[in-house]
């Protein structure tokens, strides 16, 4: 790891700036060459922050170990020691730890599988070097660097301003502050506070608006953001809402393990057992119990479920947001670009009371002269820029228009740019000025060069290029020097093609019950025509953002909610929308690209960001970002998200009635005053393996067939519903009396105790594994559910046997574990009551509900 080397550059905001680029050794105009940039990078180190170690591997472990079972555990291997049991309390103690270390290991490599997931999504610069800008990925830049800036980047590193035009940044990452900050090219005190340093910003804040040209002060650890996350590192452990309702639940589990033993133990002395044995009792009743495996799984299941939906486009910058997405109701999508490909075509150029493709324009004056406004008007090179304003150039082409030849001979003197509020774009070339923008608002500007008929001409053919479904601009051109009121042109209407999968996955997406609503910046009969094409409806609501800001108070919602299209919406609308949803219970996925995306993105329960065309502000605000920018993968990761719930739902089934079970065994025991069919290490040593090596296959499972034919699971459903009681109630009969049925009818053959409890063991895991092969679905028959994807379950249950034989036949093992060798009338036992326990639960989910 290279040194970062502040040193020199102690307070940069109060250097004066021709100082600092001579401290830098840099050129504020050309910035660094190649060479010395790669020498920088070399001693420097690159531009990122160090991935958090946190505090010591012992320290991490020993987090594993805060758990109020865990403390359960450790009391029951205390009291152990103190009756001389040495060998079961090293092994209790061996357990405790090896949970830790499991612990330990899964979470690491969750946090790890979400850091490299974060990487994917780039951060890049717009950097000078030898007198060129070009965009490096942020990583590489260096203190000495020149960088441009402009409204949506990330800040990549900490810089000092050397030029700026109306900059603003978001420096909430930072400070918290809200409020976009304006910044200027002052020097400052040495003393000034980080909060009021306006001269400079910081990695990892965003710009809001404005543009700047700015020196790199510090990179990497150097910054500021390097040492603020070197004094939180380590905080990181991943709290979702199910771990959130997990902990609460292992609690009162606790509790309720604690209340039990205390009973058992009065039950044991009144009828006579003596205390070294209520004890052990009391210790097997806890350590069974406990599901030890219950947190780990969790964490595993979720990070399985994050690399599956990075595979298909959408890459989550939350863990908790893997279960959210899982009860979408409702997705607001943009229309352009996610629904739509993106790809824009002119198709039709109307001017002057004619309407032609551009092929047949170039030689009608006035289509032509509104084909030069798209040429000039534009901000676009033939292969670079909007899609947009690229349809316009080739269009221009078509017609035989020479593009840059026109450019050369009207170079741009002015810009105003085109800001998705105003939707208009204006530049002026000397003594021409040229508008283009949506159809309502270019005229609004020339009604006064328009005779009313003129005007209707324009508004009718705008609604039938719309209703094919184009996006239609409007052109307008003014002499600066005579009247600044521009005079109408004519509009060019551009066909953008809805994605081939975009159709199905609305039609996937209305199937699971999930409403989805299109909000645009476009016209709404365009909108509407994109919208019937994909099938969001045969007539869909549409309704303007115009309309929108006049619906009553007490109705907004309720029409919110009815209606499927939102056109000619702007970014600070889509906010409000995001929280009347959010008032009639719904659960909202919404995306969006732009910087004044980023509240209604972190307002939304699912906020998702375009990593394609996106900005970095938006990408920042988002729980997801979408590699592809397609809405189909927004489909594919609501998919994912139930398929993890479901998992974790199985899971959890099968883990909590097998512990129970333990528990109800234990206790069976004590309340007819017989000795223990299985002593405590032997049920932590079923609890281990079975939840690493049975349990955990069930977070490899398939998705279910009906996974998208159901309506989305309610976040406020309880866990643990009426049928998983009932099945938990069921599954500790079932275990109850297998164990004692093979523990009682060896015995009663004659065998040995060790023996005895040998064959109660592994009878104990046969009902497991039979139970675990009918989790895999939790309401359906698994004898037509899964003819494959069977393939990690097997491997689960060979290891589990294997396993088992060994616990049974090895001699270590039968002194560590109090087992001995069995005969075959255990193998029988355990394949009798796998049969019973496999058909009980499969006829269980013929009434299961939930
Ligand atoms: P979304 O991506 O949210 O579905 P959109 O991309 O269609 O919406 P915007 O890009 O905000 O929405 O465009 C809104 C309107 O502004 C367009 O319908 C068009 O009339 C106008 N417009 C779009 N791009 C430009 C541009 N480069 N110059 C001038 N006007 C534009």
Redo the contacts with the bound molecule.
Sequence with gaps: MAAPSTGALDAPHAIPLEVLVEKLRTDPAAGLDAGEAAARLVSHGPNQLETAQGPGLLRRVLAQLRDPLIYVLLAAGLVTLAFGGYVDAAVIGGVVLLNALIGYVQESRAVHALDALARLVPVEATVVRGGRGQRVPAEELVPGDIVELAGGDRVPADVRFAELHALEVDESALTGESVPVSKTVAVLPDDTIVADRTNTAYSGTVVTRGSARALVVATGAATQLGGIQRMVSGAGTVVTPLTRKLTGFSRQLTIGIVAVTVAAFTVGLVRGMSVAEIFTAAVALAVGAIPEGLPAAVTIVLAIGVVRMSRRGAIVRHLPAVETLGSTTVICT?????LTRNRMTVVAIAAGGRVAPPQDAGLDPALRECLIAGVLCNDAEPEEG?P??RALLAAAAAAGLDVSALRATAPRTDVVP?E?ER???TTVHGDRGYV????EEVLALCREGLDTDGADRVVRTHHELAARGL???AFAWFSSAASPRPAFLGLQAMQDPPRPEAGEAVAACHEAGIDVKM?????PG?ARAIASSVGLGAEPVVMTGAELDRVAGDRFDSEVARTQVFARVSPGQKLRLVQALQRRGEIVAMTG?GVNDAPALRRADIGVAMGRTGTDAARQAADMVLTDDDFASIAAAVREGRGVFDNLRKFIAWTLPANIGEGVVVLTAVLLGVALPIVPVQILWINMTTAVFLGLTLAFEPQEPNLMRRPPLSPRQPLFTAALLRRVVLLSILLVAAAFWAYRGELAAGAAIAEARTSAMNVFVGVQIAYLISCRSLNRLVVLAWPRHSGILALGIGATAALQLVLTYVPVMNTLFHTAPVGAGTWFRVLVAGAVTFVAVEADKVVWRG
Excluded at 334 to 338: H, I, L, Q, S
Aim: no cysteine; net charge negative.
């Design positions: 943009d229309k352009t670009g996610t909007d947009t304003e085109f998705p939707r208009l774009m283009k923008g949506a159809v996006r239609v601009l909000i645009t910046g476009d016209h365009t690209d």
